[in-house]
């Protein structure tokens, strides 16, 4: 099957700095890959939507400018947290599919801000 | 409303039983139909993908799905530790760039 993969697995950073988190689609070419925040015992909550080689499209009340998303190819999308705050400690996690096919998530990434 | 409810849980129960787990949505349009399983602190596994309505089995999974009553459902047979997870319904549009809509996912509990 489909392999995604996130790096790192669990990022522990201070108030005011900025984490970046890769997504990459280890076997296949995504179209589109999504950024979801999960929160304990509570589903996945979809950030927003990378098309490669365009801007994101981010879901209601997420902040664009504090979440920065950049899908440069069609194997690799980025999470850019800027200026972390504790209530930005989550997990985070993304999924690679192609066009009106499956998704596929990936581990997962533990994000402590301290 | 929720688009889509599905009963939080926990769910337990003894190993070599048969589990139900159930979603229902209020969204006509949904036309795909996904079950993940999602072990604590790791990303979801895709176990089955339905299109409209009908049945489909894969070894000890069968995902059902009646779109008249907008209701979903996973059986999981001759159930084992090894399926105690979190349970997440999702589904989607005809095309709509893939975008899923997740339940809130049933956390299950195989007992020896």
């Known amino acids: 099957g489909a392999v995604v993969s996130q790096h790192p697995s669990w990022v522990i950073c201070k108030s005011g700095t900025s984490v970046k988190i890769e997504c990459r689609s280890l076997?296949?070419?995504?179209?589109?890959m999504f950024w979801y925040r999960q929160f304990p015992k509570q589903s996945l909550m979809l950030m927003a939507t990378?098309?490669?080689?365009?801007?994101?499209?981010?879901e209601q009340g997420v902040e664009k400018d504090k979440f920065l998303i950049n899908h440069a190819s069609l194997t690799l999308s980025t999470l850019t947290v800027t200026s972390a705050h504790p209530e930005d400690s989550s997990f985070y996690i993304c999924?690679?599919?192609?066009?009106?096919?499956?998704?596929?998530f990936g581990p997962g990434t533990r994000l402590t801000v301290t | 409303q929720k688009e889509v409810e599905q009963d939080p849980g926990p769910l337990s129960v003894p190993e070599g039983a048969i589990v139900s787990l159930n979603c229902t949505y209020s969204n006509s349009a949904f036309q795909y139909f996904m079950w993940y399983r999602q072990y604590s602190r790791k990303g979801p596994e895709l176990l089955m993908y339905?299109?409209?309505?009908g049945n489909k089995e894969d070894g000890r999974f069968t995902a059902q799905v009646d779109k008249s009553s907008k209701y979903i459902s996973l059986f999981i047979r001759d159930s084992q530790p090894s399926d105690s997870a979190t349970y997440l319904c999702a589904m989607r549009f005809t095309g709509g760039g893939n975008k899923l809509t997740f339940g809130t996912g049933t956390q299950l509990k195989v007992e020896l």
């Open positions: 990378s098309n490669e080689g365009s801007k994101a499209t981010y």
């Open positions: 999924s690679a599919g192609q066009r009106d096919n499956e998704q596929y």
């Open positions: 339905t299109y409209s309505s």
């Open positions: 076997d296949f070419q995504a179209t589109t």
